[in-house]
């Protein structure tokens, strides 16, 4: 099945930054979405973007599945913005969605 | 707004137990997963289920059977609970091959 990498594991930010998490994918894909689950345990969709460039607010996303990697972008970063973000992707052969092992962030007031 | 709600946020059950975490969804998706999350581990797919009574095996189906009567509910059964089992417990649900959507988890202590 589909491999899945998620780069920094850990990242710790002050408030205001900019930060860039990336997804790597080891095959082509047909659908990929990005979670943030909040230190509740929640996980919130954020985007499904099979490919292209998304954005809402203060987070958008890019996917170019060509290259098979996906970025999630976060600006102006707040607190409430801490957790673990997972990129979960699709292949065209799988029936589900595959998570990766998440990014952790921390954003420090 | 997509509405997914789990029985219960935390449960403590002792070795043995049978244990039943129900899950339901009010939007009508034909689709329902149960997942574990575990530190270190990521989310890990159990089962799912495309239909009333279908019921497919994820990737760690081993000590956990489902249930899914009515298209709005599908309940994650551990016939005798075992410490091991100790973990978060999400659902979801998913309409055709769109998004997914996420109940608030249950986070199950298994003594």
């Known amino acids: 099945g589909i491999q899945v990498e998620q780069s920094p594991p850990d990242l710790i930010l002050q408030e205001g930054a900019n930060s860039t998490l990336r997804c790597n994918f080891s095959?082509?894909?047909?659908?990929l979405q990005w979670f943030h689950q909040n230190p509740w345990g929640q996980l919130i969709n954020l985007f499904y973007?099979?490919?292209g460039t998304k954005q809402n607010g203060r987070l958008s996303a890019t996917t170019v599945a060509t290259e098979r990697y996906s970025l999630l972008y976060i600006s102006s970063s707040q607190t409430t913005d801490s957790g673990v973000y997972f990129c979960?992707?699709?292949?065209?052969?799988?029936?589900?969605?595959?998570f990766g092992p998440g990014t952790r962030l921390s954003v420090l007031p | 707004d997509v509405k997914v709600t789990q029985s219960s946020r935390y449960l403590v059950k002792r070795t043995g137990e049978k244990v039943f975490l129900e899950c339901v969804q009010d939007?009508?998706?034909?689709?329902m997963f149960w997942y574990r999350q575990d530190p270190g581990l990521g989310l890990r797919l159990i089962y799912f289920?495309?239909?009333?009574?279908?019921?497919e095996k994820g990737d760690i189906p081993e000590g956990y059977s489902v249930s899914r009567e009515k298209k709005e509910r599908f309940s994650l059964i551990l016939e005798s609970a075992s410490t091991n089992q100790t973990s978060m417990y999400l659902c979801?649900?998913?309409?055709?091959?769109?998004?997914?959507?996420f109940g608030p988890g249950t986070r199950l202590l298994v003594l």
């Open positions: 979801a649900t998913r309409a055709g091959q769109e998004t997914q959507y």
């Open positions: 095959d082509s894909v047909n659908n």
């Open positions: 973007i099979p490919s």
């Open positions: 979960a992707p699709r292949d065209n052969y799988g029936q589900n969605f595959v």
């Open positions: 939007m009508d998706h034909e689709n």
């Open positions: 289920s495309y239909d009333v009574k279908m019921k």
